[in-house]
């Protein structure tokens, strides 16, 4: 079993700035993915961002440029820094941990963005 812990959620005019940390523990494989999930009211959970604890990124188009993924690896850690916020970023974020056919979520933080 594997638990996320997730924190940094809030509300922050468009334009700001928002850092989300995510924090696993348990039964953790060295080799994984760790990344962010968004699902908006009425909207399917789609993929922001994850990373792999070599550090190959990937990112949805909507966020490129904007949204940075990094991770400790030391920490078990994965931190989504989020920059230039729209009204369109407004959702519940959700940390994914994925390793040997296995996947684990968080239970999600609030991004609000107010125009």
């Known amino acids: 079993q594997v638990q996320l812990v997730e924190s940094g959620g809030g509300l922050v005019q468009a334009g700001g700035s928002l850092r989300l940390s995510c924090a696993a523990s348990?039964?953790?494989?060295?080799?994984?993915?760790m990344g962010w999930y968004r699902q908006a009211p009425g909207k399917q959970r789609e993929l922001v961002a994850i990373?792999?604890?070599?550090?190959?990124?990937n990112y949805a188009d909507s966020v490129k440029g904007r949204f940075t993924i990094s991770r400790d690896n030391a920490r078990n850690t994965v931190y989504l820094q989020m920059n230039t916020l729209k009204s369109e970023d407004t959702a519940v974020y959700y940390c994914?941990?994925?390793?040997?056919?296995?996947?684990?979520w968080g239970q999600g933080t609030q991004v609000t963005v107010s125009s």
């Open positions: 994914n941990y994925r390793a040997r056919g296995l996947g684990y």
């Open positions: 990373i792999t604890s070599g550090g190959i990124t």
């Open positions: 348990g039964s953790i494989f060295s080799a994984n993915t």
